[in-house]
DNA sequence: ACCCGGATTTGAACGCGTTCAACACGGTGC
DNA sequence: GCACCGTGTTGAACGCGTTCAAATCCGGGT
């Protein structure tokens, strides 16, 4: 039997399940707390008992976004590939993801960015998914071969996630049919980034890599 | 005498000094287009005839930054002066600009990105404000020596616009005290870009750059 | 059975950005 | 002088996100 933790979780779910249904049927700002409350038989008070805000609730989406993201792409990954390959899948799978929910148009990005109340974009907050969100990066450039120079092996993974933010930024804003522009963009950048990376082996650019590197370090904290 | 135009011009003028003065003084939240509308002395109908939304009236706000932040730079930009040198003073010139509205936090950046009615960051409607922007880096790229290579020279410019923006986010979310960290972030990363630029004369690297900046063309439309 | 107290739920109310029908102004043609 | 009309101006009203005091639920101690 449910005890009155579980009820709760259930509700919260419910209401979970019912903004995600709304933003992907109606978009972001018809979706209002209102109109999520009621289609969860629900008040819009208790909406806001479980989510301290409405940018809350499209934080529970991109969860949901990553860990679909996730999915898609890591059974696509297979070892021995160049990395431009595994990138053009990792990239393309993410737009994939994110393809129904084009229309949220720059609130896409405007929410990610906002670091209102507990969520954050590159605050603590949601350093954990930001984690996890880089470590499907990882997973690509450990399946890479030939391997990526030692001198950037660490911290190539948050770079390249750096990169898809970028290309989702570019998505955003991308009004071609079906976005098939970001598309290309995709297919001829990923080749791009991968030389880019073979090229850091070259001494002199090794050299310059690694202050890179360095200055990244310096930076973090 | 003033004609009607003047006249109306005058009402537009006060809007938007009020409503900047009010965005330093009170901050972003507080300036509420009913505060801005009574300060001005006007109803909050008259602030919507001349502004279509308070986004609106954020985006002169950028203009005016804009508009400064080019008038503090050009003057310390000297012929001669290696790139690195000339880029840490427009980053940092930037940065003294928009220090005031630092606590604007987010919002700087959300609003910026917003495609909002006629003025977007990306879009035809500020290209020319952009375009402006990107000027000011052509400028340093101009009076830079020695002159970076020509393969890149006519595109440089937009590149460093968007480590403009880049060092921007990186701003927005610096919790430093003076926001000094930022600043280090500049001064050492200035001087790495510039290296950079130098490096792709190497013929390898040449190779890739020419292929990056077709990419950026080819991508432009 | 009863009551207590925390967890949950409710719906009214607030402040905001925004819209709009109605009105005032002021110059023009007669 | 007057009617006309485009350019401003007004304040009430709408819908939204959000808050909150009050009500309700419910398991556990007595």
């Known amino acids: 039997m449910p005890t009155p933790t579980a009820k709760s979780e259930a509700t919260r779910e419910l209401l979970v399940s019912t903004a995600l249904r709304l933003f992907r049927e109606i978009g972001y700002e018809k979706t209002t707390m209102r109109a999520i409350a009621t289609a969860a038989n629900v008040s819009t008070g208790s909406a ?3 989510f301290a805000s409405k940018d809350d609730l499209v934080h529970e989406l991109y969860r949901s976004l990553q860990e679909e ?3 898609r792409a890591l059974p696509l990954l297979r ?3 160049n990395l431009g390959e595994l990138l053009k899948v990792v990239l393309n799978t993410g737009i994939d993801v994110m393809g129904p929910y084009h229309d949220f148009g720059s609130n896409f990005i405007s929410i990610a960015i906002r670091p209102s109340a507990t969520t954050s974009p590159f605050g603590s907050e949601s350093a954990v998914a930001r984690a996890r969100a ?3 990066f990882r997973q690509a450039v450990g399946l890479s071969r030939p391997q990526p120079p ?3 092996r660490d911290d190539l993974p948050e770079l390249l996630w750096y990169a898809y ?3 989702t930024l570019f998505w955003v804003y991308d009004s071609s049919p079906h976005q098939e522009r970001t598309r290309r963009l995709i297919d001829r950048a990923a080749p791009l ?3 880019l990376v073979i090229l850091s082996r070259l001494p002199v650019v090794r050299k310059i890599v690694e202050d890179i590197v360095q200055l990244i370090h310096g930076t973090r904290q």
Chains 1, 2 share one sequence.
Request: net charge positive.
């Open 193 to 195: 980034i991968s030389r």
């Open 79 to 81: 070892e021995g590939q």
């Open 150 to 152: 030692l001198a950037i």
């Open 165 to 167: 933010m970028a290309v």
């Open 134 to 136: 880089i470590s499907l």
């Open 69 to 71: 993201h996730r999915s």
């Open 48 to 50: 806001y008992y479980y």
